[in-house]
């Protein structure tokens, strides 16, 4: 399918605004820019009923954490977010759109994590703060109102990636119990040779990596309008000090030898993604592992749509979509208003 309306209107003001590719900017500019246009796609910041940032213990000292929580008394179902941007750009205010709906429309508390950045901090110092700080408010539910029997990992890009490997540290170790996963166009193998398959496979059945790529699909993986293989390769060279690190499952969730025991999972891919297809290979090894999942691919729609819903209709789709699948494996009832339509396993166009 040829790029939604919207996001050609998008990809149309970028190039008339000059807009510069993130891997072109120093790390300062990146990180100021990324916030900048999160903020400006993200619609308006809706009020939730609090609103406030804490600290938790990490492996390597206190991590800022910030809490969204709705009205309600006692302990909540909650979701642990770790926001994308590459595991290099990014804080707990570019999430903050995403977890305000998601916190409202659920209902839930949402915490975000500000785990440690690359460069300054290459892996594994993420994933190992992700981890901490969900076993933390797992082993100390009562100090932020936590339901722990109702503890749900998740994140966009780099933050899916973080989810899943903690979701493969948790199962390793030995807790925390996880009720869920919720991966919106995770990173799931940073091998550079990785496969690349084309689109069009429908995401309920296995993706061959011996596909020949889609040219049309190729051509959107170097615009430079767009995220495409520059920005993927950019962000990875920051984040894995050692190349071999790729190997690593906690880094590569999709190398990991067995998936089976893991939390039942919704992955959000984008059509004109170069995450897609890894993306949608990770939902079939955890589902052929008998992990329930959803799979959703939004047609027309390209990386980082989830996170600007004032931009493009299908990332409130997909927000209402997340939502619908925290309702259900939070155990919590699901408004009449609601389209169960979106959270079906397939194309949403």
Request: charged content about 20%.
């Given at each position: 399918m040829s790029l939604d309306p919207q996001v050609v209107a998008y990809r149309a003001a970028r190039a008339a605004a000059g807009t510069p590719p993130l891997y072109t900017q120093?790390?300062?500019?990146?990180?100021?820019?990324?916030?900048?246009?999160?903020?400006?796609?993200g619609g308006d910041v809706e009020p939730v009923h609090e609103v406030r940032d804490t600290t938790v213990p990490g492996p390597a000292g206190d991590l800022r954490v910030r809490v969204h929580r709705p009205a309600g008394d006692g302990p909540l179902p909650t979701l642990v977010y770790f926001f994308g941007g590459g595991w290099t750009l990014g804080?707990?205010?570019?999430?903050?759109?995403?977890?305000?709906?998601?916190?409202?429309?659920?209902?839930?508390?949402?915490?975000?994590?500000?785990?440690?950045?690359?460069?300054?901090?290459p892996f594994p110092a993420a994933v190992l703060d992700c981890h901490a700080a969900t076993r933390w408010l797992a082993e100390h539910a009562a100090d932020l109102g936590v339901d722990p029997e109702r503890l749900v990992v998740g994140g966009d890009s780099a933050g899916g990636n973080l989810a899943a490997a903690v979701t493969l540290l948790a199962r390793a170790e030995g807790g925390p119990r996880l009720a869920g996963q919720l991966l919106v166009y995770p990173?799931?193998?940073?091998?550079?040779?990785?496969p690349r398959p084309g689109r069009g496979t429908d995401p309920a059945t296995a993706v061959d990596p011996a596909t020949a790529a889609d040219p049309r699909a190729a051509a959107d993986e170097q615009d430079p309008l767009l995220f495409n293989r520059h920005s993927v390769d950019w962000y990875r060279g920051h984040y894995l000090a050692d190349p071999a690190d790729a190997a690593d499952p906690l880094a590569s969730p999709l190398l990991a030898d067995d998936l089976s025991g893991l939390p039942p999972a919704l992955v959000v891919t984008a059509e004109h993604d170069p995450l897609c297809d890894e993306g949608e290979r990770y939902a079939q090894r955890l589902r052929e592992a008998g992990v329930p999942v959803r799979a959703t691919r939004y047609s027309?729609?390209?990386?980082?749509?989830?996170?600007?819903?004032g931009v493009f209709d299908a990332g409130r789709r997909a927000q209402d979509e997340a939502a619908a699948f925290l309702r259900e494996v939070f155990g919590l009832p699901t408004p009449a208003a609601d389209a169960p339509a979106a959270a079906t396993v397939g194309d949403a166009r």
């Open positions: 120093t790390l300062a500019e990146a990180r100021a820019a990324d916030l900048a246009a999160i903020r400006a796609g804080s707990v205010e570019t999430a903050d759109g995403i977890c305000r709906r998601l916190a409202n429309a659920t209902p839930c508390q949402v915490v975000t994590v500000g785990y440690r950045l690359a460069p300054e901090h990173n799931t193998d940073q091998r550079a040779d990785r027309g729609m390209i990386h980082g749509f989830f996170a600007m819903p």
